[in-house]
Each structure stands twice: as structure tokens, then as C-alpha cells.
């Protein structure tokens, strides 16, 4: 099994920057594809980036490109979100999740990470 813990969640002013991380355990880490995702009270969940497992491909939601990266060191079995230019609207729950085939859906999640910004 491969369990997550996100942190560096935080309040933060419009414009501002934070960076989250994932951090994972098990040496498999380097095989699961992982994503962040987002939730806001009484909203859908919604999809933020992904990274593959090599850390060479990703793909970003269109409301956080150009102001959002995701990476990830293997070594340290940890994942980053580095979060520019925050907005309102980035406030949500922040969650980090991990598959091996995405297209099955993410089978691990960890517990989530808040992140408020105000304006």
C-alpha cells in the first residue's frame, strides 16, 4: 500500500505563493502517477495536475496553468506543487493521489491540505 501525507497548506493573501508537498512511502513511489486535486465547500472536486511517474510528463488543469507546477523527486518519494499568483477562487482542500493506471482512476488519497486565500 501506498499512503500520502500532504502539508504546507496555509492562509495566504491574493498574489501570493505557497508550495505544497506530498510525501509518500513505499519504494514503489516511482511507479504511480501521481495528482493533486482540489475541493471547495459545497463544490465538486475538480482536478488540478498530474505528474507521470517519471516526472517527465504533466498536464494542468486551465485554471491553474501558467501559475501552478507540479514535480517530483523520486529520492525523496515526495511530490510538489508550487502554487504562484494565488487567487480566491485556489481556496479548497488540496488533496495528493496516487495510481498506477490512471485511466482506472487514483487508488490512494491522502487527507488534504488546507489552503485559504483571501482577497
Known amino acids: 500500500q501506498v499512503q500520502l501525507v500532504e502539508s504546507g497548506g496555509g492562509l495566504v493573501q491574493a498574489g501570493a505563493s505557497l508550495r505544497l508537498s506530498c510525501a509518500a512511502s513505499?519504494?514503489?513511489?516511482?511507479?504511480?502517477?501521481i495528482a493533486w486535486f482540489r475541493q471547495a465547500p459545497g463544490k465538486e472536486r475538480e482536478f488540478v495536475v498530474t505528474?507521470?511517474?517519471?516526472?517527465?510528463?504533466?498536464y494542468y488543469a486551465d485554471s491553474v496553468k501558467g501559475r501552478f507546477t507540479i514535480s517530483r523527486d523520486n529520492a525523496k518519494n515526495t511530490v510538489y506543487l508550487q502554487m504562484n499568483s494565488l487567487k480566491p477562487e485556489d481556496t479548497a482542500v488540496y488533496y495528493c493521489a496516487a495510481g498506477v493506471n490512471v485511466a482506472r482512476g487514483y487508488d490512494y488519497w491522502g487527507q488534504g491540505t488546507q489552503v485559504t486565500v483571501s482577497s
Open positions: 513505499g519504494r514503489t513511489f516511482s511507479s504511480y502517477a
Open positions: 505528474i507521470s511517474s517519471s516526472g517527465r510528463t504533466t
